[in-house]
């Protein structure tokens, strides 16, 4: 029989991009790829990432500390401590926060491999760093060609789908 994982409070890969603090909970290892989560942390006034949206992976997110900015192809959104975002691939969608207090959510997605997504970004911006650079030289251009290899794309890209 197989038993349970317990990640203490204390544990988790952590990943730092600028003004993002990631702790990743489940990269897949422990639920065979079915399940991915993380706890996402965004100090203030800080955009998210380019707009997208996903052709393969479901994506939540319960807020758990001050409020986020989801904004989607339909309209902007407020979302507040304990709201909880459903995002279905195809979905398009960013976040940010653009607010004065520090912010915080729990994050799933299946499948799990999205979490390699998030450590070759954390990968490429500490070599901007190493090389003199700031967070703000991450351009989106870097950032699409990451996303790309996730199956993500910008709105209007049909994905290589017809």
């Known amino acids: 029989m197989v038993d349970i994982a317990l990640i203490k409070a204390n ?3 952590i990943l730092k991009m600028g003004p993002v603090t990631i702790r990743i909970l489940e990269d ?8 991915g ?3 996402l942390t965004i100090a203030p006034n800080t955009p998210g990432p380019a707009i997208h949206w996903h052709r393969m992976h479901d994506e939540t ?3 758990t500390k001050g409020k986020f900015q989801f904004t989607t192809d339909k309209g902007t959104h ?7 975002v459903v995002v ?18 729990f994050n799933t997605f299946t499948p799990a491999y999205y979490v390699d997504y998030l450590r070759m970004l954390s990968k490429e911006m ?24 996730f199956a993500t794309f ?3 890209d049909l994905g290589y789908m017809d």
Not at 28 to 35: E, H
């Open 11 to 13: 544990e988790g890969e």
């Open 28 to 35: 897949g290892s422990k639920t065979d790829n079915r399940i």
């Open 37 to 39: 989560s993380m706890m």
């Open 61 to 63: 997110f319960l807020v």
């Open 78 to 84: 407020e979302a507040n401590v304990g709201d909880y």
């Open 88 to 105: 279905p691939p195809k979905a398009i969608h960013t976040f940010g926060n653009p607010y004065d207090e520090p912010a915080e959510f």
């Open 126 to 149: 500490l070599k901007i760093k190493e090389d003199g650079g700031n967070f703000k030289d991450f351009g989106e251009d870097k950032q699409r060609a990451i996303m790309a290899q």
């Open 154 to 156: 910008p709105p209007g």
